[in-house]
């Protein structure tokens, strides 16, 4: 049986404090309520770090430049109807002010706290790396 990949980039946006942004997602959503880092389909044409940079737009409403993404790890799950491909990118950079766009509560956490907070199952095993790298 073939089940379909989706592949999907996020990022972990770290403050001047070595703090990680979480976003909870919202009611109506799959998995609503989980925290994750933000993030989004890659389109049919696009680059993971374009969709990145616009994902982080819409729903944060900040501007990332590409140079200021630099790829850390994967997560690569198996859910029941699809497997998921999923790029994380760090990100110490951007314009504006980070903001829930999309009715998405959001949280800065320490690295050690992240694993506090209920996530995906694609999401978990990257926590490791962000505590290793912070």
């Not at 703090?19 to 989980?34: D, F, H, I, S």
């Not at 989004?40 to 044409?45: L, N, Q, R, S």
């Not at 819409?58 to 140079?67: A, H, N, Q, R, T």
């Not at 951007?94 to 998405?104: K, S």
Request: net charge negative; hydrophobic share 40%.
């Amino acid at each position: 049986m073939s089940v379909k990949t989706v592949l999907v980039a996020a990022c972990a946006l770290i403050d001047s404090d070595g703090r990680v942004l979480l976003a909870q997602r919202p009611e109506g959503k799959m998995m609503a309520g989980l925290w994750e880092f933000p993030g989004g389909k890659v389109e049919a044409g696009e680059r993971p770090e374009e969709s990145l940079i616009r994902e982080l737009n819409e729903e944060l409403g900040i501007v990332v430049k590409e140079e200021c993404l630099a790829p850390l790890t994967f997560a690569s799950h198996v859910y029941s109807d699809f497997h998921l491909l999923m790029p994380l990118y760090v990100c110490r950079r951007w314009e504006g002010f980070v903001q829930g766009r999309e009715n998405q509560r959001l949280k800065w956490v320490r690295p050690t706290e992240l694993r506090s907070y209920p996530m995906p199952p694609a999401d978990e095993p990257l926590i490791s790396h962000l505590v290793t790298l912070l």
